[in-house]
């Protein structure tokens, strides 16, 4: 079955700590990933996708097929991380995405 | 200001009643979603339509319906067939060239029972 988990619905950590957002998928073919975030009072948003390799906001993820992980990072966290994260999962060619359950990231002053 | 408007911000139901949400965009998108947002879930999807004048289900289509009729409105009615409607509404869309699968958000549709 195709499914996203994100094991944890709250992460709180202290600013200038290193972040980790864990996301792991079972999907069967090539898998396309991303991280969405939602800050408070505005809009989902993309934040990275693991095709494009890139880094926005500090923010980095590398996809493991071994591991079938795409976990989010970030060296140094800091106070407008704050925000609810997604991971989503694209399913085959019909531009459907399987979302994760969300974690909300605190970052403590 | 380009973009998905969804309206309205907040809606409420009464037993019995359909309520339609309506969802607009201006990006010449041609997909576009509607997904049903609740705590400690995640997004799911009731519906998603590729191209005008054609629709399919999602995961939970049961007790929703929707129409596409032009390309920048894709509006869900919740009809009285949902019998737990309360829930944060969120419209999406994205186009289907180049296979990029990135969907924008409106800022969606909080809706509950009376």
């Known amino acids: 079955a195709q499914r996203v988990t994100q094991p944890e619905k709250l992460l709180s950590v202290f600013k200038g700590a290193p972040v980790e957002l864990k996301c792991n998928y079972s999907?069967?073919?090539?898998?396309?990933l991303f991280w969405y975030v939602q800050y408070s009072r505005q809009r989902l948003q993309l934040l990275l996708r693991h095709i494009s390799r890139e880094s926005i906001k500090g923010f980095t993820a590398d996809l493991n097929k071994g591991e079938t992980s795409f976990h989010l990072k970030k060296p140094f966290a800091q106070e407008e991380d704050s925000a609810m994260y997604y991971c989503a999962l694209a399913r085959g060619s019909n531009y459907q995405l399987i979302w994760g359950a969300g974690t909300k990231l605190i970052i403590k002053p | 200001d380009g973009g998905i408007t969804q309206s309205p911000k907040y809606l409420f139901r009464k037993e019995g009643q359909n309520v339609t949400l309506s969802c607009e965009q201006n990006l010449n998108h041609d997909a576009m979603y509607w997904y049903r947002q609740d705590p400690g879930q995640g997004l799911r999807l009731i519906y998603y339509?590729?191209?005008?004048?054609?629709?399919q289900k999602g995961d939970i289509a049961e007790g929703y319906s929707v129409s596409r009729e032009k390309k920048e409105s894709f509006p869900l009615t919740v009809t009285s067939a949902q019998k737990n409607p309360t829930a944060f509404y969120l419209c999406?869309?994205?186009?289907?060239?180049?296979?990029?699968?990135?969907?924008?958000f409106g800022a969606g549709t909080r809706l509950s029972v009376l």
């Open positions: 999406a869309s994205s186009t289907t060239s180049g296979g990029k699968n990135i969907q924008y």
């Open positions: 999907y069967s073919g090539s898998p396309e």
């Open positions: 339509s590729q191209i005008v004048n054609d629709f």
